[in-house]
């Protein structure tokens, strides 16, 4: 994992908007979030930070890696993608880089991805990043105040290898989406949309032709910004969750009692603990650091794999369970024998 040096707490935050440190504590149980150097550090800088340290310790080098897979919603570039940036600076041989845009559960839905291509046998090395520079997005006003006391920045990395072991790695993957909700948790611009789907967006210009991607009259409104219905995530989170998690315990024949770690998207600390009632599990069953972090969203899942991994929580041979849900909405798990 790498997470920038800047940490910004909500004390920072009511410099900015109106909030407090005791309502984004009770809400969310968020202390502090760190935040990316506004121009020495960018999603791919972040996750190539991360990437260096996975590839050391899978024991490999950059020119071992046979295939990227980038899972982020705040890329450097509309296009192209960040994992051609990745490809780029660890002067990496000229394999395939593969952008992921499922948002929270991206790393989730990359990580599945990785694991297809090593159990086909087609590559033996696949680096999977999530990261984020939510930083860069957020507005610092207290029109936004919702969403922004609650995203941070990082990066997380992981190298898949394949294994002779049996019963051992990624048992299995579960990928989920309902479209049904996919405006309530959105960037809506820039885009190609030309409010299609939603109508009380600002108007388009007439022109007749191009440079109708946006305009002076979204950004006068607002309408480039981040936009969440936060009781309906919630509500949708917590039932989501759950299933996805039972999902992956009932392919494999186990029960919540047997997980050794869960390892949810950090969305939420209410979340978590919902999710922790709804399955039974005991305190040290669950791993959460976004008091720490925040809601690092692709970037969140490695990164609490990460810390929970260098706190000495995970063992050889730990049933560890990852879930994430998020905008889309989209959901995932992984069931993994350590
Ligand atoms: C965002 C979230 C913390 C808001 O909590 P909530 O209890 O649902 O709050 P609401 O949005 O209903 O707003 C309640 C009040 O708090 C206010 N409020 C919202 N953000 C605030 C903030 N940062 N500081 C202070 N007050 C805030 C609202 O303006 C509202 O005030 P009002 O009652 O006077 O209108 C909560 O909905 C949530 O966590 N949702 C899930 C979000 C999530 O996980 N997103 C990531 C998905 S991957």
Same mark, same amino acid.
């Given at each position: 994992?790498?997470?920038?040096?800047?940490?910004?707490?909500?004390?920072?935050?009511?410099?900015?908007?109106?909030?407090?440190?005791?309502?984004?504590?009770?809400?969310?149980?968020?202390?502090?979030?760190?935040?990316?150097?506004?121009?020495?550090?960018?999603?791919?800088?972040?996750?190539?930070?991360?990437?260096?340290?996975?590839?050391?310790?899978?024991?490999?080098?950059?020119?071992?890696?046979?295939?990227?897979?980038?899972?982020?919603?705040?890329?450097?570039?509309?296009?192209?993608?960040?994992?051609?940036?990745?490809?780029?600076?660890?002067?990496?041989?000229?394999?395939?880089?593969?952008?992921?845009?499922?948002?929270?559960?991206?790393?989730?839905?990359?990580?599945?991805?990785?694991?297809?291509?090593?159990?086909?046998?087609?590559?033996?090395?696949?680096?999977?990043?999530?990261?984020?520079?939510?930083?860069?997005?957020?507005?610092?006003?207290?029109?936004?105040? +919702? %969403?922004?006391?609650?995203?941070?920045?990082? #990066?997380?990395? /992981?190298?898949?290898?394949?294994? $002779? &072991?049996?019963?051992? =790695?990624?048992?299995?993957?579960?990928?989920?989406?309902?479209?049904?909700?996919?405006?309530?948790?959105?960037?809506?611009?820039?885009?190609?949309?030309?409010?299609?789907?939603?109508?009380?967006?600002?108007?388009?210009?007439?022109?007749?032709?191009?440079?109708?991607?946006?305009?002076?009259?979204?950004?006068?409104?607002?309408?480039?910004?981040?936009?969440?219905?936060?009781?309906?995530?919630?509500?949708?989170?917590?039932?989501?969750?759950?299933?996805?998690?039972?999902?992956?315990?009932?392919?494999?024949?186990?029960?919540?009692?047997?997980?050794?770690?869960?390892?949810?998207?950090?969305?939420?600390?209410?979340?978590?603990?919902?999710?922790?009632?709804?399955?039974?599990?005991?305190?040290?069953?669950?791993?959460? +650091? %976004?008091?720490?972090?925040?809601?690092?969203? #692709?970037?969140? /899942?490695?990164?609490?794999?990460? $810390? &929970?991994?260098?706190? =000495?929580?995970?063992?050889?041979?730990?049933?560890?369970?990852?879930?994430?849900?998020?905008?889309?909405?989209?959901?995932?798990?992984?069931?993994?024998?350590?």
């Amino acid at each position: 994992m790498y997470v920038p040096s800047n940490v910004f707490t909500n004390e920072d935050m009511t410099k900015y908007m109106e909030t407090s440190d005791a309502w984004i504590q009770e809400r969310t149980g968020i202390k502090e979030r760190r935040f990316a150097h506004r121009t020495q550090e960018t999603t791919a800088t972040m996750g190539i930070e991360a990437a260096k340290i996975a590839i050391a310790r899978a024991g490999i080098t950059a020119q071992d890696v046979d295939f990227i897979i980038f899972a982020t919603l705040s890329p450097d570039y509309y296009f192209p993608g960040c994992g051609v940036l990745v490809q780029r600076e660890l002067k990496m041989k000229e394999v395939g880089a593969l952008d992921v845009r499922n948002q929270c559960s991206g790393f989730l839905y990359a990580l599945s991805v990785g694991d297809q291509f090593i159990r086909s046998g087609m590559y033996k090395n696949v680096l999977v990043i999530g990261s984020e520079k939510q930083s860069f997005v957020l507005d610092f006003n207290t029109r936004s105040r +919702n %969403i922004s006391v609650i995203f941070g920045d990082g #990066a997380g990395a /992981v190298v898949l290898q394949p294994t $002779d &072991a049996e019963n051992r =790695g990624i048992l299995s993957t579960h990928l989920h989406s309902d479209g049904n909700d996919a405006e309530l948790l959105a960037v809506y611009n820039p885009g190609s949309h030309a409010n299609f789907w939603k109508k009380d967006l600002a108007d388009y210009d007439d022109a007749e032709m191009g440079a109708m991607y946006e305009s002076h009259d979204m950004i006068d409104k607002g309408q480039n910004l981040p936009v969440m219905d936060g009781p309906a995530v919630f509500k949708k989170a917590v039932v989501k969750f759950p299933e996805v998690i039972k999902e992956a315990l009932n392919k494999n024949n186990y029960q919540p009692s047997d997980i050794s770690l869960l390892i949810p998207h950090q969305a939420n600390l209410r979340i978590s603990q919902f999710v922790q009632q709804k399955l039974g599990l005991k305190d040290e069953q669950v791993f959460n +650091n %976004i008091q720490k972090y925040g809601n690092t969203t #692709a970037a969140s /899942v490695p990164i609490a794999l990460c $810390d &929970a991994w260098q706190q =000495g929580k995970i063992k050889e041979g730990d049933l560890i369970c990852l879930a994430a849900f998020g905008s889309g909405f989209t959901w995932a798990s992984a069931l993994m024998k350590w």
